[in-house]
């Protein structure tokens, strides 16, 4: 079946304002890069600059990116992506500063919610070494998070990807033993870890394959899968926190978790470029769940003494 060419013209029209929105398809954008490339010498760079893995190439990137978006500015015109981001002001090497800033924050969250597991619940409770690992790959999550938003290249946005993805999945499983995984004393019963943990384990093994393996990074693709496991996730933990609302007084702390949390995602389905080019969309997410995070493991602590106290009552 033949296309008439008036409709190939009207969908042509469509799409080029959404190419042309990326501004390394400019003149402009090639021509400044060009220029800079040829004289850039490495061993010229700031010491800083070299620590964090900018090279003449991307530094010459990065410097045409934001002349060009700051007189955009200047002349009130839109401002434009290059290389598929936002320009951001670099600070001491780092990419983006907000970012950078607030995923330290947030793995400082994890820390202290760990030390507070550590601290109030007795290594004797079934799950305590269950949401210890768990807090241990937060750490490493917020970490790799730290580390691609201070300098992108392939290896640390493939990592930010996984790492967030394996906090999710493994919140998940987390729940799924929670909510079903104890006999009358209170321990686990074993072949929950494989009925769970296997099915995540190969979706993990899935997921990773498809952001490692592949020239270019499916974002879409990344984000589409967070947020269904992150909707599981919590749909599992509103059920069970409705069925226990009026026997678990800490229940509503999870409640607040699953709506801030819903709330705070909206920055990243709905993207802005930086207020005084520095804290964009996503930056603001990194920040919405600082309070989230001290808020998540309070609930876990209040949860893991709750239980503790409750089953040495059974058993005393």
């Known amino acids: 079946m033949k296309i008439p060419i008036s409709t190939v013209c009207f969908i042509t029209l469509l799409v080029l304002p959404v190419l042309s929105s990326y501004g390394d398809q400019t003149h402009e954008y090639r021509d400044c890069v060009t220029l800079k490339m040829r004289t850039c010498e490495y061993g010229n760079l700031d010491t800083t600059l070299k620590i964090f893995g900018w090279d003449c190439l991307s530094d010459s990137q990065y410097t045409c990116a934001l002349d060009m978006t700051e007189k955009r500015i200047a002349l009130g ?3 434009l992506q290059y290389n598929g981001r936002w320009a951001f002001k670099r600070y001491a090497g780092l990419q ?3 970012s950078v800033f607030f995923s330290f924050c947030n793995g400082f969250a994890v820390f202290l919610g760990i030390s507070n ?5 007795p290594v004797t409770y079934n799950l305590f ?5 768990y807090g241990i790959v937060c750490l490493v999550t917020w970490f790799v998070s730290f580390l691609f938003h201070a300098k992108d290249t392939v290896t640390t946005e493939i ?3 996984l790492g967030a993805s394996t906090m999710v999945m493994l919140s998940l499983y987390c729940m799924l033993l929670r909510i079903s995984g104890r006999d009358q004393f209170g321990k686990i019963k074993n072949k929950l870890n494989y009925k769970y943990g296997i099915p995540i384990f190969l979706l993990w ?4 394959y498809n952001l490692g393996f592949y ?7 990344n984000m589409r899968f967070n947020v269904f496991i992150g909707v599981t996730h919590h749909l599992l933990l509103t059920g069970w926190g409705l069925w226990n609302w009026n026997y678990r007084p800490h229940i509503k702390k999870a409640v607040w978790v699953i709506v801030f949390s819903s709330l705070a995602l909206l920055l990243e389905l709905f993207d802005f470029p930086p207020y005084l080019l520095i804290m964009d969309a996503h930056a603001a997410w990194h920040a919405a769940t600082v309070p989230i995070t001290v808020l998540w493991w309070s609930f876990i602590v209040d949860d893991c003494v709750f239980e503790f106290n409750r089953f ?3 058993v005393v």
């Open 312 to 314: 040495k009552r059974k």
């Open 117 to 121: 597991l550590v601290a109030k619940v």
């Open 205 to 208: 093994t899935y997921h990773a």
């Open 96 to 98: 983006e500063p907000a």
């Open 77 to 79: 015109k839109p401002v």
């Open 215 to 221: 020239k270019k990074i499916d974002y879409g693709y």
């Open 129 to 133: 070494h269950t949401w210890l690992g």
């Open 159 to 161: 990592l930010d990807y």
